[in-house]
């Protein structure tokens, strides 16, 4: 097996590191790029931004759930108006919020998802992306590599830790040091000279 090389850092890439032309050197355990965030999500950062999909999707669901039922109730269809006028500006600025809580959260909760998902089976949206591209014989024919730990909570814990207790809060648990994972081949032979999956 050789080893990879980043020719545009000239340095010798740890597994799944990916070099993020938008961040300008190479990324370990690269996910993706956040354009919100101005950052890559990788492996030192991934839980912290999958905490901050889920918690701001509860968000959203709890203001659905707080404001939604009042709006309701304002509504009259009696042939009036469902407000006074005197409170159709205040109104309407609270019928805009459940409108865009309503959008964040169909948008924040399928990203979510798919955060999870991949999660679940210790895959990077790059490893996904490359694997959409080429399948299981990989670019050059050759394998893929698949970090599956074989338990979806095994998988899972690979970034937010053993301790349960941990999971919903914003501290470091991540499993190992980001340089070196477990992994298998889907076929015998891989070949990981070039890493298909940066961009």
Not at 63 to 92: A, H, W, Y
Not at 108 to 136: C, D, H, P
């Amino acid at each position: 097996m050789s080893t990879p090389y980043c020719f545009t850092c000239g340095v010798v890439k740890p597994q799944r590191a990916c070099h993020c032309k938008t961040c300008g050197r190479c990324v370990l355990r690269r996910d993706h790029h956040c354009p919100v965030l101005g950052e890559c999500i990788h492996f030192h950062n991934h839980k912290y931004f999958v905490l901050f999909l889920f918690w701001a999707e509860m968000l959203c669901i709890f203001t659905l759930l707080t404001v939604l039922p009042d709006v309701i109730r304002q509504l009259n269809f009696n042939g009036k108006p469902f407000f006074p006028i005197e409170k159709s500006i205040s109104m309407s600025f609270v019928i805009s919020g459940v409108a865009t809580a309503l959008i964040c959260g169909v948008s924040l909760g399928i990203f979510l998802s798919e955060q999870v998902r991949a999660l679940l089976r210790n895959q990077t949206t790059m490893e996904r992306v490359k694997r959409v591209s080429y399948g299981s014989k990989g670019p050059y024919g050759d394998g893929l590599m698949t970090y599956d730990l074989g338990s979806k909570r095994r998988n899972f814990e690979s970034i937010f830790g053993p301790n349960p207790w941990l999971w919903p809060f914003p501290v470091h648990s991540a499993v190992g040091d980001g340089y070196s994972f477990e992994y298998s081949l889907e076929v015998p032979v891989v070949k990981t000279s070039e890493c298909c999956c940066c961009a």
